[in-house]
């Protein structure tokens, strides 16, 4: 038996990097504020700025790797996908192209490059959090907080069922393919074997909330007891009280500067 | 003492005409362990809800006669409150996983959790049924990753760990090998021996006659056999209900047949054996 494991769970499980051990709500309040400011600032300049954050964030806070891999795909996809939309849509005076019926003009590309860095900043937050977050932790957070544990069951059995869809749609396919229909190839193959089968996945689903429900039940998951909880959260140290106070406090001076400015 | 009562007892579910449960009469005594057995669509399930409380506190239909859960009517009882008295182990393994837990440690301090137990005995019961049901290896794997036999180990493991009075399991061994069905049935064992009541739903015969006190047969949701186990299982009747004698007794009604019969039908492998031994006077 691992009694090491075990044995940690006797304190607050952390991972001695300052950024991944603030409690999840003080994480969620400064990537918050970072996801608002290229909002509030409405320059491409200060959402670049912020994107660049992320990554020297993730850097301090060794997720890195995993930050990266999602962000730069989702950033390029998002990113470029909203620059080209609006740069040939939008219409403007001064025309730096034309292809056919599209055409290209400056305050198209201007403001492409201005939607797309803020979308891709906001992004930003979203993915950063995901990485540095353990989705248990901020609902241990929020449950602390007085959050009913059925609201945050509820959230994490969502994100643990939409990877069980997933298992189960690869499951139905298999066993279509193993009764001869064509699963793979061309597109529109794909397309005919995928829809058939979502009637049964969901209706699958449906079925298995059920179960589920007393599943929990069974748990003692509505027993009228105060819910103790094995994972422990470090006690929030009064450094990152008075770091939180800081950005908070600077973040409010930016959105006065900017209204009254 | 009872724990657990029925008086003239039927059950349909919502939106159905045939009753699932019909006129069901008996007194479940403190400490013994029930096997009920019956052929596929016989209401056992149904009938494990009922014991559980789940109808009609989750399952409305329609519910006649009195379900009485020590003394008390299913009906007043707070259904919250019936999670803490009586556990229930079902069938499907795979349903029976939280899904919100990360290890196999974690999942089985969930109903502890729940019920308020402070960490450090929290812990110290998770240990113990982690020994207990051999998962040593498992406690730090994703238990939603886990083979259909180790996740009905781990579901047992987390309603055992809860320590009910009462508990109903349906089919614990479905998804098991035989060494584990062996492990499952030597736990029951201890929780027979710890004065547990226990209801256990169970198609594999041979080990009920091994471990239950008394048996229950259901066929279209009617008991249409009950007693002491020797009595339920020795009887031919059985196969006429869709469900097979013990090998045991199978052994002694062709002895019978062949005019060596035994002294009584036995049930078990140990009742045949002594029997044997009488036979060649050793």
Redesign the interface.
Known sequence: ??YA??DS??KAQVQNNWFLDLNPLSKLNIILILAIIPIVAKSWIVSVAVILFYFILATASSRIKQFSKVYIRLGLLIGSLLFIMRAMFIPGEDVLMKFGFLTITQEGVDHGIQFATLVVAICGALVFYSVATQA?DLMLALEKKGVS?TAT?VI??SL??I??LGSMSKLIMESQKARGIETEGKAINRIKAFFPILGPLFLGAIS?SE??????????????????????LRPVPLSEKIILLIVNLAFIGFIVWRVVG | MNCISLKNVSYKYPYTEEFALQELNYAFETGKCYGIIGANGSGKTTFCNLL?G?IPH?FEGDLTGDVLIEGKDVRNW????L??KI????Q?P?????????TV??EI????????????E??DRV?EV??LLKL?QL??KNP?NLSGGQKQRV?FA??IA?NNDILVIDEPTSQLDPESTAEIFAIINLLKEQGKTIFLVEHKVDLIAEYSDEVIVLKDGRITLSGSTLDVLSNIELLQMGVMLPQAAMLSYDMQKADEAFDTIAITKSQVIEQIKQRVGV
Do not use: C, W
């Open positions: 038996m691992d494991f075990i769970f006797r248990k544990p069951y994490l059995s643990q069922s990877i069980d298995n179960e589920k429900a007393i599943a929990m039940d069974a748990r003692a998951f509505y027993a009228p007891a105060k819910n103790t909880h094995l994972r422990e | 559980r789940m989750f707070d259904s919250n409150l999670s803490t556990g229930y182990i079902f499907n795979f349903t029976q996983i939280s899904g919100i837990k990360d440690f974690e301090a969930l109903g502890l959790e729940n019920l308020g137990v402070e960490k450090e929290l812990i240990i982690v020994k040593e406690i730090k939603n579901a987390s309603i809860m």
